[in-house]
T-cell receptor
Framework: AQTVTQSQPEMSVQEAETVTLSCTYDTSESDYYLFWYKQPPSRQMILVIRQEAYKQQNATENRFSVNFQKAAKSFSLKISDSQLGDAAMYFC?????????????FGEGTQLTVNP | ETGVTQTPRHLVMGMTNKKSLKCEQH?????MYWYKQSAKKPLELMFV???????ENNSVPSRFSPECPNSSHLFLHLHTLQPEDSALYLC????????????FGPGTRLTVL
């Protein structure tokens, strides 16, 4: 079974600084997708960034980027120029490829605090 | 606004009550999901519906009964719940393809007395 582990229950960062959230996963599949979701205090979960396992290039979305290390099964999220609105719970998630269903497996989450 | 709505937002019920949670998506998606989010635990997938057909039941107790009358609506019928069922219940929708993100609703905060 696939598992996703986020080893940092809580992280904090100063406004305008950079922070990296860690995620590791375990799978025997070669075709899969990885996601970072953000859940602000309002509780509406939204997608931050997505990475296809077959792509070597790390995904980037504005101030958000990932460091995808397939061999190490590591998928960290880097937030640059942190803003107060980045404060939220961040979940790493794994999903098997097209032929294997649509289940998302989530990590335990990392609570990010942004200090002004 | 993500296009996925859930009602009610808060629900308090006794163990002998019967209630239903409703989810509606306005995104034209063909897959819908129920998740349970408890404190200090990862999100737990409960049910998956693809094209109105249930494709996954993650060993959920029978006191939770899902219903998907069409691809836009998803219900979770609750009866004889236990206090440990108190949690945030999240609905999500997506296109069936695995690469597509899931869009989440705001959740229903359920308290079982």
């Amino acid at each position: 079974a696939q598992t996703v582990t986020q080893s940092q229950p809580e992280m904090s960062v100063q406004e305008a600084e950079t922070v990296t959230l860690s995620c590791t996963y375990d799978t025997s599949e070669s075709d899969y997708y990885l996601f970072w979701y953000k859940q602000p205090p309002s509780r509406q979960m939204i997608l931050v960034i997505r990475q296809e396992a077959y792509k070597q290039q790390n995904a980037t979305e504005n101030r958000f980027s990932v460091n995808f290390q397939k061999a190490a099964k590591s998928f960290s999220l880097k937030i640059s120029d942190s803003q107060l609105g980045d404060a939220a719970m961040y979940f790493c998630a794994y999903r098997r490829g097209e032929t294997s269903g649509s289940r998302l497996t989530f990590g335990e989450g990392t609570q990010l605090t942004v200090n002004p | 606004e993500t296009g996925v709505t859930q009602t009610p937002r808060h629900l308090v019920m006794g163990m002998t009550n019967k209630k239903s949670l409703k989810c509606e998506q306005h995104l034209g998606h063909n897959a819908m999901y129920w998740y349970k989010q408890s404190a200090k635990k990862p999100l737990e997938l409960m049910f998956v519906y693809n094209f109105k057909e249930q494709t996954e039941n993650n060993s959920v107790p029978s006191r939770f009964s899902p219903e998907c009358p069409n691809s836009s609506h998803l219900f979770l019928h609750l009866h004889t719940l236990q206090p440990e069922d108190s949690a945030l219940y999240l609905c999500a929708s997506s296109q069936v393809s695995a690469r597509n993100e899931q869009f989440f609703g705001p959740g229903t905060r359920l308290t079982v007395l």
